[in-house]
């Protein structure tokens, strides 16, 4: 699997769109670019996945560059119950290789 | 459609014993995955089950170990506990398809203590 890099924190302010960048320039022609955030002691929590188009549902929007060596995780709307950490995957298999992640803290 | 239940929440052992611990997947979901979080080392993949077979395994000793039932929940052991073995581990579930995996759906964890 492909390893990710992120940047390991961020500031947002409540309202305004988060935007996650994520860089995993090694990742495979088969391997899905995931999202998944964990909120303190929880388990990871799925938000959205793709493999080269960009991708919208209900809790965020993913835009994956042309080359698919990075992606960008897009909270259009942040709320202070977005404050998590946000992990970027790359995976085919069952097998998820997750990093440090990014913390977003969004601030009032 | 209910989510994916470990059991048990919370559990202190005391070194040397083992441990048991279980995880009911999502309804329809044949993989089943298990992972270790501790501060220091963060989310490490321990192994994934599929079909009562272990289809992946991550770089643990053999003291961690697995297993699927035919109805797809899972067991994890741990024998011969060591203080360093505190931790949250969590089970995910997910459907397992031709094209590869869907997305995993964790459960809350059981938090392990051993003294």
């Known amino acids: 699997d492909a390893k990710t890099t992120q940047p390991p924190s961020m500031d947002c302010a409540e309202g305004r769109a988060a935007n996650l960048p994520c860089n995993h320039s090694?990742?495979?022609?088969?391997?899905?670019v995931y999202w998944y955030r964990q909120i303190h002691s929880q388990g990871p929590q799925y938000i959205i996945h793709?493999?080269?188009n960009n991708e919208t549902n209900e809790m965020a929007s993913l835009i994956i560059t042309e080359d698919r060596k990075s992606s960008t995780l897009i909270l259009p709307h942040a709320t202070l119950r977005d404050t998590a950490v946000y992990y970027c995957l790359a995976s085919f298999t069952g097998k998820l290789i997750f990093g440090q992640g990014t913390t977003l803290q969004v601030k009032p | 459609k209910a989510g994916v239940t470990q059991t048990p929440r919370y559990l202190i052992k005391t070194r040397g014993q083992q441990v048991t611990l279980s995880c009911s997947p999502i309804s329809g979901h044949r993989s089943v995955s298990w992972y270790q979080q501790t501060p220091g080392q963060g989310l490490q993949f321990l192994f994934e089950?599929?079909?009562?077979?272990?289809?992946n395994k991550g770089n643990f000793p053999g003291r961690f170990s697995g297993r699927q039932f035919s109805n797809s929940r899972s067991e994890m052991n741990v024998s011969t506990l060591e203080l360093g073995d505190s931790a949250l581990y969590l089970c995910?579930?997910?459907?397992?398809?031709?094209?590869?995996?869907?997305?995993?759906?964790f459960g809350q964890g059981t938090r392990l203590t051993v003294v």
């Open positions: 089950y599929f079909s009562e077979t272990q289809r």
């Open positions: 793709g493999l080269k």
């Open positions: 090694t990742i495979s022609g088969n391997e899905y």
């Open positions: 995910a579930s997910s459907l397992r398809t031709a094209a590869g995996n869907t997305e995993a759906f």
